[in-house]
């Protein structure tokens, strides 16, 4: 059954802001798709022949632009009533069939999208027995796309080709009479008359393959197969992941142009009675005057638009999507997409991220469809945290959050399911904790972390930033902690220290980031933080000593005790460069920058004597300044909130946390926004974004690393900070702030640790349900140092903390507590 339920931002049940949350049964991919067997192939003369070493110094752009040449000989017993062929892949391409030339076609170069699909019918080309298609075809445009997988290196460059013949007409996935793969043969040079049936190709080599076309993840990234959506049979989804209809909450802007819609509402209903209609004055009409609908499905969804046809006739629409409305009316990031209905049969628009869609109806005359909806694209998996609170905003906070990191859960954890659609490891770090507290992955989190460092030996940085190797590290720490498997820390050792080496390689002699690789030295998406700047190698020091010892701490769970001491080492004397050269003698602070003082502050480069002054000098400051020319992303922003609560300064950081995250929920967020301010323009919200060098509405406003907000609330509200590996050591610092009651839960391996708290009187009451194998310290809060703790009725011994203004007990059986000041 479709989902759709009419939603307002601020309204949203929680239960029902993710529409795939209550699919108890989800239909997985595996089960109603066989993968395609046609493969991408190139010349093997410049076929990319593995892994490759990529920087982005070294990355440049390909501008070769010769012709390739391309034949197959196959065999037909007979010739089928109907039979179209599909190339996808290069920019510009000739065909021919049997001598004969049945196709010419051009990309559009400018077009958002980098593969395009170009059929044609081949049925009188064709004749029984042996038969010869030759291509000639230049390079594709390529796709926007970084890592050293040789798959997606070979995308990058654009050197793809698919062929597939189908015994069927266009639009309908037939049986298929050819398909590309190595038995094709690929040259660069061709011979007069190659085009020919009896041209001898002998001499050629044998085609390169990169394998079936939805066969390997790495196909699936940066949007290198948004332009596939009209290739027979494609659905490029991996196995594991799910779908579901959702019907539009609402048909707006209903156009009837030079034609006429009837019945625009049918398409919010399964439910039986007059069919959506649309007729045309001629088969086909300029778009401008087409008929055209917008659907609005409530929430930004990751899926791609299906259409039901119950037409005698063919369909031509156009698409374009939008995560707003004015996103898809203005500047849609996929751009302008046609797509051919068949008669009686279904077709599927380009995957993407979106809340609206555009349609126009540019071809065919009396159309009738029997639905339009999104056929949503998910991962099933299961809410297992929870977080409530007297603050109605901060648990729609807690959800969007939970939300945007589900909607990032495709075939890996990519950074955005719009753009980029690949994995990165500044993204993980945040929405990696927010996954970890919400459903408890393993499976995508494992492959992710995995896929990202790449493998042995290491010789680049993972996705070529060295403070997202940092990040790597302290991704794996916390991954370790939540789950506490071993078995796959140890998977990593090898490749580990070898990292930890090759940071060390990034170090002048006074053991300080100097970029030594050129790498991309990249903290922020801010002013002076982004590009090799003084201000960005102090970040990335700082983001050096918090990976250091967490690689301390994991070898250290491993049992290493050579590589240990090495790098513990080597942290202290990363540490004392950074006090001794980075270092603002005058304040005692790490600079202005709330990111660079937000990370000394958790790296543990700052020690506690320097908070004062660093609140001073920088994070003081924080929600403060109406108009700040030096931006923050949500991403580094769970950073700097991290390091406020550690700071003491849990107060200040609500307040900011409700301006922040709460502004987006203010302006009609259904998932976090890569990039925001407060500050900025709000009649277009959407357009006035920033991030990733650029604004307006390639921002993407469903991104991972936004849903920060998400684990600070279990951190920092309940207090749950994992200290040994899966949870078997805990500790719980619970603090209300200015809110009456909270209470969630954290998934464990041994199951729920269940937190609730209320204020009573001058104290706060503590509810706990500790699992197995978990010892807990709860540092309750106390009006005064002498202040007795009762377990369950009982006065237990504690240790004063913090000054007095807490206690701590220590609690080791799994059990139901209530905790209380006496």
């Given at each position: 059954m479709a989902i759709a339920q009419a939603l307002k931002p601020a309204e949203i049940p929680l239960d029902q802001l993710d529409p795939t949350r209550s699919i108890t049964q989800p239909q997985l991919e595996s089960a109603t798709h066989k993968q395609l067997p046609e493969e991408y192939i190139w010349t093997q003369q410049d076929a990319v022949k593995s892994d490759a070493l990529l920087t982005y110094e070294g990355l440049k752009e390909n501008e070769e632009t010769g012709p390739h040449f391309f034949r197959r000989e196959f065999d037909l017993g007979d010739v089928p009533a109907a039979a179209t062929l599909y190339l996808a892949g290069p920019r510009s391409v000739r065909v021919f069939v049997n001598g004969q030339q049945v196709g010419q076609f051009q990309s559009n170069l400018d077009s958002p999208i980098g593969v395009h699909v170009f059929p044609m019918d081949v049925?009188?080309?064709?004749?029984a027995g042996k038969n010869v298609i030759a291509i000639e075809a230049v390079r594709g445009g390529g796709v926007n796309g970084f890592n050293n997988s040789r798959l997606t290196v070979q995308l990058t460059m654009g050197k793809i080709l698919a062929v597939k013949l189908v015994s069927a007409p266009r639009g309908v996935n037939g049986p298929a009479l050819l398909i590309s793969d190595k038995s094709w043969k690929a040259s660069m040079s061709a011979g007069n008359g190659w085009q020919n049936a009896g041209f001898d190709d002998k001499s050629w080599p044998s085609a390169d393959s990169l394998g079936p076309i939805e066969g390997h993840i790495d196909l699936l990234q940066w949007n290198a197969d948004a332009g596939m959506y009209d290739w027979p049979g494609y659905d490029g989804i991996s196995s594991f992941l799910a779908q579901a209809p959702l019907l539009p909450v609402s048909v707006e802007h209903v156009y009837g142009g030079v034609g006429t819609i009837q019945n625009a509402d049918a398409l919010k209903s399964n439910s039986s009675g007059s069919e959506f209609s649309v007729d045309l004055p001629s088969a086909q009409v300029d778009n401008t005057d087409a008929p055209q609908i917008i659907l609005d499905f409530g929430r930004n969804t990751n899926g791609r638009l299906h259409f039901v046809s119950d037409s005698d006739s063919a369909a031509t629409v156009t698409v374009q999507y939008g995560e707003s409305d004015?996103?898809?009316?203005?500047?849609?990031?996929?751009?302008?997409?046609?797509?051919y209905i068949p008669p009686h049969g279904s077709a599927f628009?380009?995957?993407s991220t979106f809340r609206y869609a555009i349609i126009r109806f540019v071809g065919g005359q009396k159309l009738r469809f029997k639905s339009i909806d999104n056929d949503l694209i998910y991962y099933p998996v299961k809410y297992q945290g929870s977080f409530e609170s007297s603050d109605p905003k901060l648990n729609l906070m807690w959800t969007i959050g939970a939300y945007t990191a589900h909607l990032c859960m495709q075939d890996d954890i990519w950074d955005a399911p719009k753009r980029d659609r690949g994995r990165w490891m500044g993204d993980l770090d945040v929405s990696g904790r927010t996954i970890n507290d919400s459903f408890y992955d393993h499976f995508l989190m494992e492959d992710t972390l995995d896929r990202l460092m790449g493998p042995a030996p290491i010789r680049q940085h993972v996705n070529g930033i060295a403070g997202y190797s940092a990040f790597w590290i302290t991704g794996e720490a916390e991954y370790y902690r939540h789950m506490g498997d071993k078995k796959q820390l140890m998977s990593f050792h090898d490749?580990?220290?070898?990292?930890?080496?090759?940071?060390?390689?990034?170090?002048?002699?006074r053991n300080l980031y100097a970029n030594n690789h050129k790498s991309w030295p990249f903290v922020d998406w801010s002013q002076e933080l982004n590009g090799d700047t003084?201000?960005?190698r102090r970040g990335t020091q700082l983001e050096f000593i918090a990976a250091f010892a967490q690689g301390v701490y994991l070898l250290n769970e491993m049992g290493d005790k050579v590589n240990a001491p090495l790098f513990a080492k080597k942290l202290d004397d990363l540490k004392a460069a950074a006090k001794k050269y980075l270092l603002d003698k005058q304040t005692n602070s790490y600079g202005d920058r709330w990111q660079v003082n937000a990370m000394a502050v958790l790296s543990g480069a700052a020690d506690p004597s320097q908070y004062d002054d660093i609140w001073k000098a920088s994070l003081g400051s924080v929600g403060k300044i109406k108009y700040n020319a030096l931006i923050i992303t949500p991403y580094y922003n769970y950073y700097v909130i991290s390091a406020m609560a550690k700071m003491g300064h849990r107060a200040e950081t609500l307040d900011w946390i409700r301006q922040y995250w709460g502004g987006m929920v203010d302006e009609g967020a259904t998932s976090f926004w890569e990039g925001y301010d407060p500050s900025w323009y709000k009649d277009d919200?959407?357009?006035?974004?920033?991030?990733?060098?650029m604004s307006g509405y390639r921002v993407s406003l469903a991104h991972g690393w936004s849903s920060g907000v998400t684990p600070w609330l279990m951190e920092e509200v309940l207090g749950i900070h994992a200290t040994g590996p899966g949870f078997s050591t805990v500790d719980i610092r619970p603090d209300l702030i200015d809110l009456a009651w909270a209470k969630g839960g954290e998934p464990t391996p041994h199951g729920m640790l269940n937190v609730s708290l209320k204020k009573e009187g001058q104290g706060t009451a503590i509810s706990l349900d500790l699992p197995s194998q978990t010892e807990a310290r709860i540092s309750v809060p106390v009006t005064n140092a002498g202040a007795q703790i009762t377990v369950n009725s009982k006065t237990t011994q504690s240790e004063s903390a913090e000054n007095g203004t807490r206690a701590v007990v220590t609690i080791k059986e799994a059990g139901h507590y209530e905790i209380a000041a006496q």
């Open positions: 049925t009188r080309a064709l004749h004015a996103e898809a009316l203005k500047q849609p990031y996929l751009g302008e997409n046609a797509l628009a380009p995957k490749r580990l220290v070898d990292l930890m080496h090759y940071m060390e390689t990034e170090l002048d002699n003084p201000e960005a919200a959407h357009g006035s974004l920033q991030a990733d060098n």
